[in-house]
């Protein structure tokens, strides 16, 4: 004989929780919280909100160092210690990638002046190279005069007549 589904009675039931769960995509989703806030706020307007830029490091300082002491805020994917080309030397900065972007913005509170082998380290958030900004800039400025000169030719022509019109009326009355 086919089993059939328990009574209502006997099926276990989840107790309610007095939580109010938010929507996907709402603009706030828990209002109270500082970190959260801020982390909305700051990924917003970054293309990668994952990577802080980390600076005045110590000539000494490794990458493992570095990534051990960025760890203590969340788990890290990369950290990169730049250095200069010629000499093979650091430069006293890299840039850590969270793998999470909260882990990122509690870096920035928790992190920025701490100390890292003796030097009281720098944590601010990557902002995009001021070349690849101004080439954006550019391109959009760009598409925005060839959309605009298309339609000012053919309204150009129609306003050029029309004021060499006004011109010539204009002497006529003199």
Same mark, same amino acid.
């Given at each position: ?134 080439? &954006?800039?550019?391109? =959009? +400025?760009?598409?925005?005069? $060839? @959309? %605009?000169?298309? /339609?000012? &030719?053919?309204?150009? =022509? +129609?306003?050029?007549?029309? $004021? @060499? %019109?006004?011109? /010539? ?6």
């Amino acid at each position: 004989s086919p089993q059939l589904p328990p009574p209502a009675s006997r099926r276990l039931s989840r107790p309610s929780i007095g939580m109010k769960v938010s929507r996907r995509g709402s603009r706030i989703s828990n209002p109270g919280n500082k970190i959260m806030d801020t982390n909305r706020r700051r990924i917003q307007g970054l293309a990668d909100p994952n990577k802080v830029f980390v600076g005045n490091l110590a000539w000494s300082t490794t990458k493992a160092e570095l990534k051990a002491f960025c760890e203590t805020v969340g788990p890290v994917a990369h950290a990169k210690i730049m250095m200069n080309r010629h000499t093979g030397l650091p430069k006293g900065f890299g840039f850590v990638r969270f793998c999470m972007p909260i882990s990122a913005t509690s870096a920035l509170d928790i992190l920025d002046g701490q100390e890292l082998n003796g030097r009281p380290v720098r944590v601010s958030a990557v902002v995009e190279q001021a070349s690849k900004v101004a080439a &954006e800039v550019r391109a =959009a +400025e760009a598409a925005e005069a $060839a @959309a %605009a000169d298309g /339609g000012e &030719e053919e309204g150009g =022509a +129609e306003d050029g007549g029309g $004021a @060499a %019109a006004q011109d /010539g009326g204009q002497e006529a009355e003199m």
